[in-house]
């Protein structure tokens, strides 16, 4: 699949994203890299999903622009692809259409997690697609918690804090289009876990299936 992965933001991209793009091109995509995100101004037809690594924001002069944010609503409700990473869901704070693209996500300002480190991750519908050959596992990475979270989308694994589910892996449809969103992945040690590796590979193939 020919895939759009745009990068870039407050978070350690210069770490994840040479991790995420060796994976999904060492499983047979044809990956773009793109730290300006100019492509979703233009014409997205030559690719089959967009993966979102990025945190775009006002405060580090990379948010998205109307054209931008307009291509990337177009794209996903006319049938494209969307797979959201970590914090990508918390781009462009003014803008609620973001979280009902991804289905939700990260609050700036609100949401929280424990220190970085271990925790288990739970999955809850082992027959969901984006969980093939996953089981419970262990991670040392962020639980999210306090997200916003949209009405309506499919959540299938989840961690534990203070005794309470936090939805750490959901998918989600709109428009046209499939989304899938997977909370992890915040550094490039957390990437290369291969339970990420499988979960992203599974999103991937499903909102492009």
Known sequence: ????????GKHPYEETTPVLTRFLEEAGHDVTVSESASELAG????????????????ATENDLSGSQRDGLKSYVNNGGGLVSVH???????????????TGGG????????????????????????L????????????CYCGLDIQPGIDVFMHGVVE???KPLGWSFK??????ANIAL??????QLHPNFQRLILNSVDYVTT
């Open 106 to 129: 990260w609050v700036l300002g609100t949401s929280w997690h424990p220190p970085f480190g271990w925790f288990e991750v739970f999955i809850d519908n082992p027959n969901h697609p």
């Open 43 to 58: 014409s997205l037809d030559g690719f089959d999903a967009i993966v979102l690594n990025t945190l775009r924001q006002p």
């Open 1 to 8: 699949m020919k895939l759009l992965l745009i990068t870039g």
């Open 163 to 165: 005794g309470e589910n």
């Open 174 to 179: 709109v428009g046209k289009g499939k989304v």
């Open 87 to 101: 914090i990508s869901a918390a781009s462009c704070p003014d803008w609620a259409d973001m979280k009902k693209l």
């Open 131 to 142: 969980a093939k050959g996953v089981s419970d596992f262990w991670t040392y990475d962020e």
């Open 185 to 190: 992945g915040h550094t490039g040690s957390s």
